[in-house]
Nanobody, 126 residues
Framework: QMHLVESGGGLVQPGGSLTLSCTVSGRPFSDYVMGWFRQAPGEEREFVASINWRGSIKKYDDSVKGRFNISRDNAGSAAAFLQMSSLKPEDTAVYFC??????????????????WGQGTQVTVSS
C-alpha cells in the first residue's frame, strides 16, 4: 500500500509564498508520477500540477502557471513539492498530493489518479 502525507499548508497573506511537501512510503517513489489537486469549499477537486517519473515533464493548470513550481526528489527524501508564490485568495483550498504509476492521458481528471494523501489546508487571506 502506498502512503502519501502532505505538509506545509497554512495561512499566508496575498502575494506570499508557501511550499507544500508530499512524503511517500510503501512503494518505490521513482516508479510513480506525482501530482497536486486542490478543492475549495463547495467546489470539485481541480488539477494543479503534475510531474513525471524523472521530473523532465511538468504540467500546470493555467491558473497557476508562472506562480507554482512542482518538483520531486527521487534520490533522497522520496518526496514531491509544490512551491507556490504570488498567492491569491482564490488559491485558498485543501491541497491533495496524488500518485499514479502511469501518466494519465487525461491527467486533469481527479478520477484518473490512484493514490491520494489526506490533504493540507492553504488559506490566502489578509
Amino acid at each position: 500500500q502506498m502512503h502519501l502525507v502532505e505538509s506545509g499548508g497554512g495561512l499566508v497573506q496575498p502575494g506570499g509564498s508557501l511550499t507544500l511537501s508530499c512524503t511517500v512510503s510503501g512503494r518505490p517513489f521513482s516508479d510513480y508520477v506525482m501530482g497536486w489537486f486542490r478543492q475549495a469549499p463547495g467546489e470539485e477537486r481541480e488539477f494543479v500540477a503534475s510531474i513525471n517519473w524523472r521530473g523532465s515533464i511538468k504540467k500546470y493548470d493555467d491558473s497557476v502557471k508562472g506562480r507554482f513550481n512542482i518538483s520531486r526528489d527521487n534520490a533522497g527524501s522520496a518526496a514531491a513539492f509544490l512551491q507556490m508564490s504570488s498567492l491569491k485568495p482564490e488559491d485558498t483550498a485543501v491541497y491533495f498530493c496524488v500518485a499514479n504509476n502511469q501518466f494519465p492521458y487525461d491527467y486533469i481528471d481527479f478520477r484518473r489518479w490512484d493514490y491520494w494523501g489526506q490533504g493540507t489546508q492553504v488559506t490566502v487571506s489578509s
